[in-house]
Structures are given as C-alpha cells and as structure tokens.
C-alpha cells in the first residue's frame, strides 16, 4: 500500500497529495497504537478506554462513509447495526456461546441479512425518502430490541463473560480489546478506500453524482448499492460486537437514532469521502464530548455552535483542514 | 443494408397530452438517420423512450434482432444502445479519463471487482485514450470534467457513448450550444463515425443534418409527417409546412 505510482500517477490525477493523506492516515494509527504506552504517564484507563470508544465508533464511521460519502446515501439508520451487532454478540454468551470467531460469524450473518431485506426496501426510495425510510427501520429495531424481555428489554442486559479469541480470555477486553479494535479498524480503513477505488467504488461514486448518466451506460445502480449497504452494515456489525465487548453490557440505545445522527456529524465533520475524514470525526466527536462534559453538563452548549462553525466555514471537514490531506479520486 | 433499430407503433402519453403517436422508424446499417421537427414535436421524448428512460406506452424497439420492449435502461444499455443527452450529462468530479473509462467498464468484465484499483486496468484506459485521442480531447483526459468548455463537454459526451461500442447510437442534440467550427468538425467527426456505428440524430442545426443524414424524418406533434433521403424531405410539402419552410426556428 505505498501507493506510489509511476504509470499509476496518470490515472488519479491527484495521486501525489492523496499519498500524503496516506501518511496522515498511518500516522493516526500509530498514535493510536502508541495510546496505551502514553495513556500509562498521564490519563491511565480512562483515557485509554475514551479511546478505544472511539476507535470503535471510527469503524462505524468509516462503513457509513461507504454510504454517505461515496455512495450519496444518507442512511440515518446506520446505529441500527451497531445495535444489532451487539444484541447478537450479547444473546450468544447470555446462551453460553462463548467463542469470538463464531460470535462475529453470526454478527455478520444477521447485520448481512438485515441490511440486504432493509437495503432491497430503501434502495428503492432515494433522497429524504431515503433518509426517512433507514430512520424507520433503525427505529424498529430500536423498538425490537426493547421488547426483548429475556434479554433485559428497556434496561439491557449486562454481560458476565467476555468472548473468547484463540483459546485468549484476555483478547478481547483491557488492552488485548484495544489492539484488536486497532486492527480491526485498520482493516476497515484500508477496505473501504481501497474498495473506493474499484471498479465497483467507481460506479458507486459515479452514481453519487449523475445517477440517470450511470444507469444509461448500463450498470445496474440498485445492485451496486445494495452491496454498498450489505459491506456498510456488516462493517458497523462488528463494531457493535466490539461495543458489547467493551461496555461488557448491552441496551437498546446502541440502536437509538441519536446514535445514528452522531454517526452522520462524524462523517460530515471528518469529511465526506475522504481516505481520513471518519476516523478523523469520530476521534474528534468523543473527544469533544468528553473534554467539553469535563467543563460543563450541558456541553452540548459548545458543541452545537462548533458545529455549525465547521458547518459554515469548513465544508471539506476535518481531514481537508489538513494541509496535506485530500480527497482522493 | 440490414436494419439495425427497428421502432413500431411507439406511443406515449402524459396524462390527456398525446406527446409519440404511433411512430414507426428503421435505422440501417452504416448510415444516419436524423429526426428532425419543430420544439415540442416530441423528439426528445422519443429518444428517452427508445433508450428507456421514459417507459411506453405501446409500440416495439427491435435492436439486432433483439427485442428490447420494457427492458430496463442498464438493460438496453448492455444490449448494445449507446445515448447522448440534450443537456450534458457527464460525471462533473471525475477527470475527463475517468469518465471514459466508466463508460468503458459498462461493457468490459464484471464491475464487481473490489480491490484491483480500476486506475491501473491498463485495457480500459488504452480504449479510453484512443476514444479521446479521436476527438481530439486527448491531451485534456486529466482535466477534471466539470472545468471543461462548453463544445469540450459535448465531444466527452460523445466520448462516453462510443466507447462502449453500440450497436446503435441516439444523438440528442449533440450540436447544441457548440459554435459554428466547433459544430462543423464534429460534423466531420460523426461523418466518420457513421460508417462504424449507425445513429440516430435529433438536430436543429439544418447544415448538419443535411451533411449526415441517409434518411430524414420530419416529426411533429407526437407524428411523423415525411420521411426520405435529404432531397426527398427537402421537397416534401409536409415537412415544409411542419419545420422547414414554417421558420419554426
């Protein structure tokens, strides 16, 4: 992944800066990876778990940015598979399964199902139609969730094991957690903007823009999207394991729709397609919520008009404040 | 000359207004077939029919022996049915490259292709560059679509739709807003082209027409009212009294 082209150069037409956004990239994951050495002088645990939080809700980011920034489609209902991800993980170890492996195979499964059925009916509104219609799913969900009485309905349910990562009981919470939400993060990261890349990232990108253009050249856009909403959903899946991992506690608020709007103002306030923009909002947000509630309660006070300033004067978001950091093509 | 395109008894209606009536054409191998008729006649209105963007209401498009009635656009597009709009219609953040080469992909392999970065497929921009060597536009191909001229857009347009080599080509005012030699080399351009992928043309600009066209039909209100080589049209009393001699224009 050097992503230093010599004939390659010709084709991206920015190929030199979007290099640089790469560096910034890997730069961000080393700081991260150095956060439990660093958090050990000064903040301890609880900044270590602030950032593991926020890691986590990068990976969600990251799968919505498939949606909204390359694919146009404002899914307002993205928490729901952040909820699902978690009820999935949670119900298995409340029914004493406790491996990781078959654990994530069946977050997968069902956040997959769950967007191809909910994806193959909102796909085929678009616009505030779209925007409306996620919300409803992520809302039914959400209720669904809630009435789950075996599983704790309202109150959520709190977890007594951990799963378990090859053979490791220690994997997969304190430190052994924050590093596999790192890789995994990793991962997700260079997935989405590799897949950005692809032929299919090119339609999906293509079809943000001229939809009635792309369909005329003969790609079947619905198709494209579908599996767009498929890899988004599964990807958030696993953040929501990841989340009951940490938080050793599932709830139904996880799927709440404020949780899918603050997924949408880390998105926006990252930067809308670009290769570090969602990991970008999403430290930024937790960070902001975290530092801003230290000051005051009703930190959303300050937030709210911090907001609307990046709203109004910074429009590429978070990662085209950086100098050397663009969207690539 | 074998029939390329072969639209029977096409209709459609908006509501009450009968906009196509029973309009029936042949487009022959190798030649142009424009379709010219006052604003409003409905011209614009048939090309969206025939490349599906509007369904009809009766009436059936043959391409190549393969009948296409209600397929869907991507469909159509697949089967060998290339378009170009009236108002351009490109993809304005990608590089002018970039769009020819999403054209080129339509027709060239699976699009569910994931991680091969599609910057590198060597084949597709080869095709690309040698579409965009031929209009002339090779030497804009990284110039980002939307900051091209007006008479640039309308050549990628063009670019976009040949690429994927159609069976058949519907030109939706591909002059329009070009200047004068502008207009006149892509005349040139299309004269070519002709011999390779048969079109057909809905132009105002009457020089064009009667330089590229094999046949000419006359449409007005939804009908076609004359049809026949230039010399036929130029004469006949219908098409004089639809567009030519009415000083519709």
């Known amino acids: 992944m050097s992503g230093v082209s010599t004939s390659g150069s010709r084709e991206t037409f920015s190929g030199k800066r979007v290099d640089r956004s790469l560096v910034v990239g890997w730069s961000i994951m080393a700081l991260l990876m150095l956060t439990p050495f660093l958090t050990e002088f000064a903040g301890g645990n609880y900044v270590q778990n602030i950032v593991l939080k926020a890691m986590i809700l990068a990976i969600a980011a990251v799968s919505l940015d498939l949606l909204i920034g390359h694919g146009g489609l404002v899914s307002f209902g993205h928490a729901a598979f952040l909820g699902l991800g978690s009820y999935v993980t949670g119900v298995a170890l409340h029914e004493g399964v406790v491996g990781a492996v078959p654990i994530i195979a069946m977050v997968v499964i069902f956040c997959g199902l769950f967007a191809m059925i909910t994806g193959a009916i909102s796909l085929r509104t678009s616009g505030v139609y779209f925007i409306m219609i996620t919300l409803a799913f992520g809302q039914m969900l959400f209720f669904s969730l809630s009435s789950l009485s075996s599983y704790g309905g309202d109150d959520g349910l709190t977890l007594w094991d951990t799963p378990i990562l090859f053979g490791q009981d220690d994997l997969l919470r304190g430190t052994g957690l924050f590093y596999v939400t790192l890789i995994l993060l990793v991962a997700c990261w260079l997935l989405v903007w590799r897949l950005s890349l692809s032929r299919f990232g090119r339609v999906l990108r293509a079809a943000k823009e001229n939809p009635q253009r792309v369909s005329t050249l003969g790609f079947n856009i619905f198709h494209i999207r579908l599996i767009a909403y498929v890899i988004a959903g599964t990807l958030a899946g696993v953040a929501g394991f990841l989340t009951a991992c940490q938080t050793e506690f599932i709830s139904p608020s996880t799927a709440a729709w404020q949780n899918s709007g603050n997924l949408i103002i880390m998105v926006v306030l990252g930067g809308l397609g670009t290769r570090n923009g969602a990991v970008l909002g999403a430290l930024f947000v937790v960070f902001a919520e975290e530092g801003l509630s230290l000051i005051t309660h009703d930190w959303r006070l300050i937030f709210g008009p911090v907001l609307v300033l990046f709203v109004l004067f910074a429009k590429g978001g978070i990662a085209n404040l950086l100098p050397n950091s663009t969207a690539g093509q | 000359m074998s029939i390329v395109l072969a639209i029977h008894g096409l209709a459609k209606s908006f509501g009450s207004l009968r906009v196509i009536e029973q309009v029936s054409l042949e487009l022959e191998d190798n030649t142009c077939h424009a379709l010219i008729g ?155 082209l002709k011999q390779s992928i048969p079109m057909l043309l809905v132009e105002h600009d009457m020089d064009a027409v009667f330089k590229l066209a094999d046949t000419i039909s006359v449409l007005a209100n939804g009908c076609i009212v004359a049809s026949g080589n230039p010399d036929e049209v130029r004469a006949d009393t219908h098409a004089r009294a639809a567009y030519l001699g009415g000083g519709a224009e």
């Open chain 2, 38 to 192: 006052p604003n409003g006649a409905g011209k614009s209105t048939l090309i969206n029919l025939i490349s599906g963007t509007l369904a009809a209401d009766a009436g059936t498009i043959v391409l190549a022996n393969q009948d296409l009635t209600g397929s869907p656009v991507p469909h159509r597009a697949l089967a060998g049915l290339g378009r170009t709009f009236q108002l351009t219609s490109i993809i304005p953040t990608f590089s002018v490259l970039q769009n020819v080469t999403l054209a080129a992909q339509a027709k060239d392999g699976s699009s569910l292709r994931f991680f091969a970065r599609v910057a590198e497929e060597t084949r597709l921009n080869e095709r690309a560059r040698a579409v965009l060597d031929m209009l002339d536009l090779g030497d804009r191909q990284e110039i980002r679509a939307a900051d091209l001229s007006h008479g640039e857009h309308r050549l990628l347009e063009l670019a976009m739709a040949i690429v994927a080599e159609p069976k058949a080509l519907l030109l939706d005012e591909p002059m329009a807003g070009m200047g004068r030699g502008e207009s006149e080399a892509l005349v040139e351009t299309l004269v070519v």
